[in-house]
């Protein structure tokens, strides 16, 4: 396995001084066989240097072979600043390999020392997502959200909260998540999939409003005696990115038109939704 440039840019490199200073250039350059050598020819008069090893841990094209350098940085230098990267680089390489008990192992002793890492948070809410708990997974994501210092890491926090939520069929949420990271700056790269996601989620949504299949919960945020006024609120909702639809009902002999978001899985759900409405009431269907 090798990671590649693109993994290495996610997790930032930083500004240093130093001896090493060079090598970070080369390396945000492209020019990664340069700054191996170099780091090679620096580790040989001083073998123990952390920056040294973290260093050749990121310029090894072999993953395996890179885990003995960051290994050996964590065994000699616990508290050094770079050891936080290298346990989330040996986080990457167990969840590839299939060790999520173990990657979040090391992503728990990263919290421990920089409890808003956002990149380590979502990390975590993958290994989550990969064990099968996507609950855990979606409080893990929403706490990277909450940390998240650029569009960066709110467009990786928001794409994960997405997949954990459709986990836990939270299809209104899942899909408020895709719409809002498709809106962000870099979010291109991720349009193809985002745009699936999106067609999935509202495609579920329109068969659960079916007649026939409607249950859980819904939230009444209006009710108007004019079908147009309905409607009218109906589509602000939608272009604001609620599934919001138009409900008639009967009310003692009187035709009126309920305007209804959702629906939502839980009563718990429904309340948190409905914290974003000034007036709305949670229904129960059927």
């Known amino acids: 396995m090798r990671w590649t440039a693109p993994l290495a840019v996610l997790i930032g490199t930083g500004a240093w001084a130093g001896p090493l200073e060079e090598v970070r250039d080369l390396f945000e350059a492209g020019r990664y066989g340069e700054a191996r050598v170099k780091v090679e020819v620096y580790l040989e008069s001083h073998p123990d240097d952390p920056e040294g090893l973290y260093w050749r841990g990121e310029l090894e094209p072999d993953a395996r072979v890179s885990q003995g350098y960051y290994r050996k940085l964590l065994r000699l230098c616990p508290e050094h600043p770079l050891a936080a990267r290298a346990r989330l680089r040996t986080a990457q390489y ?13 992503l728990r002793r990263i919290a421990e020392d920089f409890p808003d890492h956002s990149l380590a948070l979502c990390w ?3 290994a989550l997502m990969a064990a099968g708990e996507p ?3 979606r409080r893990e994501f929403l706490r990277a959200l909450s940390n998240a210092r650029t569009p960066e890491d709110s467009l990786r926090a928001l794409v994960g909260l997405s997949e954990a939520c459709l986990g836990e069929g939270l299809w209104e949420e899942a899909l408020h998540c895709a719409e809002t990271a498709s809106s962000l700056p870099g979010s291109r790269d991720w349009a193809r999939f985002l745009s699936d996601r999106i067609a999935i989620c509202r495609k579920r949504l329109e068969e659960l409003r079916r007649p ?7 939230l009444q945020v209006g009710a108007f005696r004019g079908e147009a006024q309905a409607r009218r609120r109906c589509e602000e909702l939608r272009k604001a990115g609620y599934a ?14 309920a305007v209804w978001v959702g629906p939502y899985t839980s009563r718990e759900e429904a309340k948190r939704a409905s914290k974003a409405f000034s007036e709305a009431w949670v229904l129960k269907i059927p």
Do not use: N, S
């Open 212 to 218: 026939e299949v409607l249950k859980g919960y819904v």
């Open 94 to 106: 167990l969840y590839v390999r299939g060790k999520y008990r173990a990657a979040l192992e090391q």
């Open 244 to 257: 919001a639809w138009v409900k008639e009902k009967q009310v003692r002999g009187e035709r009126w038109y």
């Open 124 to 126: 975590a809410g993958r």
């Open 135 to 137: 609950g855990k997974a």
